[in-house]
């Protein structure tokens, strides 16, 4: 369903009574009796999962999968699948630069892109009372998967120019599998570039924003907006730089106090977040999650712009009680 994303963004923005966007897709796999592994697997399952999570939760967005192993699969990186947790990529397949420019950009639709865009195509005609939000991996993560996380930041010092060689391949492949999904009718994309949050405010200037910001560019207007994800200890000090990409609305994790956050983004801007999804969703109790989640409220209701979220990706087997007390939390505290 179109919708015209600059006017839903403003309303959710002034709303005096706020609903809640947390990045939940994978617990999908309770309500449908199905593992991790069949569900990323099938766009039917997918987008039934969207569609099962919007009709249970009163979110102000429907959200995709986070799942960073698609793009890496892509490029020809192993995977590790299993049937309870999210799907990891093992290993490197670029160590020199010779090999980065010998690394050719696959198209889109390779691998499991081409499922995930179908989910989003059915999800998106299935699901007509809030966006339909895609999900996708940042440049600087991307590359970091495909060079090995562990060695990422080593290869920014010793060996920058692979680095920015396989940036400019990773930006390109995920500027058209956005394109993608917002031809598939998704109302926007999450772009998750938590790697970027272990870096340096110089090297993040560097290494990420820029490219995020290339992304941003291409597909970013009135009816297609990109959330920016970072759930790294260092995203306030980064904080220029991750506002120079121009999204449309910033998500940040829960190694950060988001009041502390909260100032530093401009009023016109939209940020999310930040209840702990393994802390409290995963191993918390109702109550726990209750009271974690008025607590930023509390600390961060007083700035319009703020929308209370996951402080990431919600994991495949946190309780639905949990999540539920979450929404219940919110509720009760602009007094629905």
């Not at 892109?113 to 440049?139: F, H, N």
């Not at 500027?175 to 998704?186: D, H, I, N, R």
Request: charged content about 20%.
């Amino acid at each position: 369903m179109k919708w015209d994303m600059k006017a839903w963004l403003e309303a959710l923005r002034t709303a005096p009574v706020k609903k809640a966007l947390p990045i939940l897709s994978f617990p999908a796999v309770q309500l449908m009796g199905i593992t991790v592994r069949e569900l990323i697997s099938s766009a039917d399952a997918q987008a039934k999962g969207m569609e099962l999570v919007a009709q249970r939760t009163d979110a102000a967005a429907s959200v995709s999968l986070m799942d960073l192993s698609v793009e890496a699969e892509c490029f020809g990186s192993e995977i590790r699948v299993s049937d309870e947790e999210v799907p990891t990529v093992v290993g490197s397949i670029v160590s020199d630069e010779d090999e980065a420019k010998a690394l050719e950009v696959p198209p889109v639709g390779a691998g499991r892109t081409g499922l995930y865009i179908e989910a989003i195509r059915k999800a998106s005609q299935t699901i007509t009372d809030r966006p339909v939000l895609a999900g996708a991996i940042g440049p600087f993560s991307l590359a970091a998967r495909l060079m090995d996380v562990t060695d990422a930041m080593i290869y920014c010092y010793d060996e920058p120019d692979m680095v920015h060689i396989l940036l400019e391949k990773a930006t390109r492949f995920i500027t058209s599998y956005c394109q993608a999904f917002k031809e598939a009718g998704a109302n926007g994309v999450v772009i998750a570039e938590p790697v970027a949050g272990l870096l340096s405010p110089a090297l993040e200037a560097e290494f990420s924003g820029p490219y995020v910001k290339q992304i941003v560019d291409a597909v970013q207007d009135d009816s297609f907006l990109v959330v920016y994800h970072n759930c790294g200890n260092a995203v306030i000090r980064q904080i220029d730089s991750i506002l120079s990409t121009g999204a449309s609305a910033y998500h940040f994790g829960n190694a950060i106090r988001m009041a502390d956050m909260m100032p530093h983004i401009p009023a016109n801007a939209v940020a999310l977040g930040n209840v702990d999804p393994a802390g409290e969703f995963r191993n918390g109790t109702p109550d726990s999650i209750r009271t974690a989640t008025r607590k930023v409220l509390e600390e961060c209701s007083q700035y319009p712009n703020f929308v209370i979220s996951s402080g990431c990706d919600i994991p495949p087997l946190s309780r639905w009680e949990n999540i539920d007390a979450f929404f219940a939390a919110v509720a009760e505290f602009y007094g629905k």
